[in-house]
């Protein structure tokens, strides 16, 4: 068996960890040091008393604190030992935190930035002490390092923008109706091209009103925003949030404004949001939110880890070309060469009533393997 197969079979990380534990996780994540018990004393392929490092951009949001969590389980699964950082969404407090870690000698080092062109210096010096470098969630858009695994963010948008026309042709007979996108910080990459995405997709149908309106990524700019534009459209079709943290804004706004009505029910505003988080599976079954997308964030970190310490550190190169791996309901991925080393990028997909409860969805991993509650 290769390499790679060995690694498409392999299942998620076991144990349980409650809200005692979810809240150690998060104060573990937001100090700044970067001491390493056991640290290790250079590269290698296997635990043996190695450490895993990992700069968090921030633990400011449950997406986030789950793809510390599949790192975390993941390094430890392969026998090294933990050691993680918080950079709390400043970006050269990550980079400080990114160099004290390496001075630590880990095994290996993945980071998701908070500023994707800030990396270069790191790459030149990962190479140089031979750590294996890798990126979850925001790519590293300058010097070349060795792995990233991120989304299609833009597919993301365009297949919400898809699912928010057919609903609106199921709704009226035609492609029409008044939408609402409360767009994420455009500072964001993710956020930005989402929004490119989902508005390009919605201006292919002149009878549909696309109200476009910032919340800078708050949940509480957000519900503030949805606040007014539901005041201001009362005929308000549907509803877009880029992301579960954003959409739960629109639907306090939506409660407040007693708009909150579940699918089939008569004044029912269309929802679609974008990440997959448990609440956001709960809101479909619910009825209230018509569509969420997923985005991964157990497979960001397990496959990270893996591909890092299975290959890198054997100093072998990561495999292009396909990816298969039946442990994530989305299975198939591709691993391209770029200009800043070998990228994943993973498919999103529309969450409906025929995988909602599958087992592989990352809410449900959470939830029912790691015993984790939003």
Known sequence: MNEMSRISRRSFGAGALGAAGLALLAACGQGAQAGASGASSGAGGGGGGGTGTYANKGMDFFFFVMLAESIKRRTEELGFTYNSTDAKQDSSQQFNQAKTLLVQKPSFLVVDTVDSGAWAPIATQTKGAKVPFGAVDSLVTD??????????????????????????????????????????????????????????????????????????????????????TLSEFADLDAIHGPSDSITRGFITAMQTADRLKKVG????????????????????????????????????????????????????????????????????????????????????????????????????????????KQ
């Open 143 to 228: 010097g070349e390092i060795d792995f990233q695994v991120a989304f299609d963010n833009s597919m993301a948008g365009t297949l919400a923008a898809q699912k928010t026309v057919e609903l609106l042709k199921a709704k009226y007979g035609t492609e029409r109706g008044q939408v609402f996108n409360g767009y994420g910080a455009l500072s964001s990459a993710a956020w930005n091209a989402r929004k490119i995405a989902f508005e390009a997709e919605l201006a292919k149908y002149p009878e549909i009103q696309l109200i476009s309106r910032p919340t800078d990524g708050s949940e509480t700019t957000a519900r503030q925003v949805a606040g007014a």
């Open 265 to 372: 029910e008569e004044g029912h505003i269309i929802v679609t949001t974008i990440d997959g988080e448990p609440q956001a599976l709960q809101w479909f079954r619910d009825g209230t939110v018509d569509a969420p997308v997923s985005q991964d964030p157990v497979a960001y970190g397990e496959i990270c880890v893996d591909m890092l310490t299975t290959y890198t550190a054997k100093g072998q190169a990561i495999p292009l070309g396909a990816y298969d791996n039946k442990d994530y309901f989305w299975e198939s991925s591709v691993i391209d060469s770029t200009p800043n080393g070998p990228v994943m990028t993973i498919p999103p997909y529309i969450i409906d009533k025929d995988n909602v409860e599958d087992p592989r969805q990352w809410a449900n991993v959470v939830t029912q393997k790691w015993g984790i």
